[in-house]
């Protein structure tokens, strides 16, 4: 089961100094360009976030001890 | 501030010494997962050990539901930081499983459905340490809890106890699988805190 | 975006389920309708559970309010309404999103479908279109159990006697209540969404809010109906996983 992008808007305003939820992502592998916040959102040992359209992993971020471990995919178009 | 007054969280009393550093235990079962359920029908489920070894084998669920099993109850430890104490799961001793491939690699990696990846030592999951599970509380391994079947070390944070597992492939080097390679550690001992790549 | 002492002013029960926390917030710095806030509650031992709450009053609001519904066995939910009350405090971040927002002064009706408690991000942003004396055609779809379990139910029925068309359906209930005679009483269906309106092509806002199964399935019939995927703005709640 999973929720979306808004669930760790929190977060990711944590990581980048600002929201993202409205950012624009083209995915890497089917193309598709979505805003964050539509992207669907995974809770399991840390959080993954998948391609609404084709279920590729969009990022995956680790809540470490100093601050999170971020790895992000595709191409995110921030204005 | 301190503290909310009245706010617990959904922890019982503990004994200590069952508890690894930083743990808190629940009595929940929480479902995480890194990305959707699969759902593969029984008929085509298989479950494979391969990669460096002298033979692979494969078994069909008929095949590997007939194979002796053990019941054990053991505690589990997630790295975010929940434990659950007396689970019972019924599963096959992965060494049962190795047996007679041969092995020539010292490395796993455990590979699911739906492509997640957990990378182990070979010792980790031989002499009585891992299971591939296929019941949990004495039923079938619910599929959101990683059914039909799922690796098995407790001795490991539960993000090596890979869910939907289809099978081992050893390998002769360690390759990081799926959360190694976003930040937690490669090894996972509860017991030392290994949570983190900086741990 | 730095954790702020929040303290609750007051208590107000909503439904029999539900409650909204009226709060008292250090250095607030204002929203926009459709954002939310992290909270964090720490226990005398020092174990921290983190949740996240969509904020239910309008900008415009003296004060910042949260509805909560307790979740069965939830570990935070079941402390903020049965255990919460005035002058209790805990830590509070936010306002958080941006991509699921609205404000008056935008074009195009505003179409809002919510699925229980995903009402509350939808509600703020009709008391802010209220607060702000806006006049976009404005149109909200509610899926409830029952007519108990409908969140700020005298406000709606109000609000539906005004100038926003509210449509009810319930999905446990035998029959309409007073208030709602229009209700309809099963799932949401494609039906119940034509007749809420309004067509596609006329450059509608839609938000949908609630469980992830209710928003796909709305989103889905949206699309189906010939809206644009780019305009439906969708929110999932759902299960924080532990």
């Known amino acids: 089961m999973h929720t979306d992008g808004n669930a760790i808007a929190g977060v990711l305003e944590e990581v980048f100094a600002r929201d993202v939820t409205a950012t624009d992502r083209v995915c890497q592998s089917c193309r598709a360009r979505r805003a964050i916040g539509a992207h669907r959102l995974f809770r399991g040992a840390g959080m993954v976030l998948r391609c609404p359209a084709c279920g590729d992993i969009a990022a995956a971020i680790v809540a470490v001890e100093q601050g999170y471990a971020v790895s992000i995919r595709g191409t995110w178009l921030f204005k | ?199 | 975006m730095s954790w702020r002492h929040a303290a609750i002013a007051e208590v107000r029960p909503e439904t029999a389920h539900a409650k909204t926390l009226v709060l008292d917030v250090d250095g607030w710095p204002g929203h926009r309708a459709g954002q939310h806030v992290d909270i964090r509650l720490t226990a005398e031992d020092g174990y921290q559970a983190q949740r996240s709450y969509s904020i239910a009053s309008a900008p415009e609001s003296p004060r910042l309010e949260l509805t909560v519904e307790r979740i069965e066995d939830g570990e935070v939910s079941t402390y903020l309404v049965d255990e919460a009350r005035a002058g209790d405090e805990f830590e509070l971040r936010g306002p958080i999103g941006g991509y699921f927002v609205w404000h008056a002064g935008l074009d195009g009706p505003l179409v809002l479908v919510a699925g229980g408690s995903g009402l509350v991000p939808l509600v703020a942003m009709l008391r802010h279109r209220r607060a702000a004396r806006d006049m976009t055609d404005a149109r909200l779809l509610l899926s409830a159990r029952t007519a108990d379990d409908v969140l700020y139910r005298d406000e709606l029925a109000a609000l539906g006697a005004g100038d926003v068309a509210v449509r009810l359906t319930l999905t446990r209930a035998a029959a309409p209540p007073p208030e709602f005679p229009e209700a309809w009483t099963r799932r949401i269906d494609r039906a119940m969404l034509e007749e809420l309106g309004p067509a596609p092509g006329t450059g509608a806002r839609i938000y949908v809010c609630g469980p992830t199964p209710f928003v796909e399935e709305a989103a889905r019939l949206l699309v189906e109906l010939g809206h644009d995927a780019r305009s439906v703005r969708t929110e999932r709640f759902g299960p924080t996983g532990g």
């Open chain 2, 1 to 199: 501030m301190a503290f909310t007054r009245g706010f617990r969280g959904r922890r019982s009393d503990v004994d200590p010494a069952r508890l690894p550093p930083g743990q808190y235990e629940t009595k929940d079962f929480p479902v995480l997962s890194a990305g959707p359920t699969p759902h593969t029908p029984l008929d085509e489920w298989t479950f494979t050990i391969d990669g460096a070894v002298g033979a692979s084998r494969r078994w069909s669920w008929e095949d590997f539901t007939a194979l002796p099993a053990e019941t054990l109850t053991v505690d589990i430890h997630c790295v975010t930081k929940w434990s659950k104490f007396d689970t019972t799961w019924t599963g096959v001793p992965v060494s049962a499983l190795v047996e007679g491939t041969s092995p020539s690699g010292e490395h796993v990696v455990a590979w699911s459905d739906g492509g997640y990846t957990t990378n182990l030592p070979l010792a980790d999951v031989l002499d009585g340490k891992a299971w591939i599970a296929h019941r949990y509380g004495g039923e079938p391994l619910d599929p959101e809890h990683g059914g039909p079947a799922r690796l098995l070390v407790p001795h490991l944070y539960f993000w090596k106890s890979a869910k939907w597992v289809r099978g081992l492939t050893i390998t002769e080097h360690d390759e990081p699988g799926f959360w190694e390679g976003y930040g937690y550690h490669n090894h996972g001992d509860p017991w030392k805190e290994q949570r983190y790549w900086s741990d």
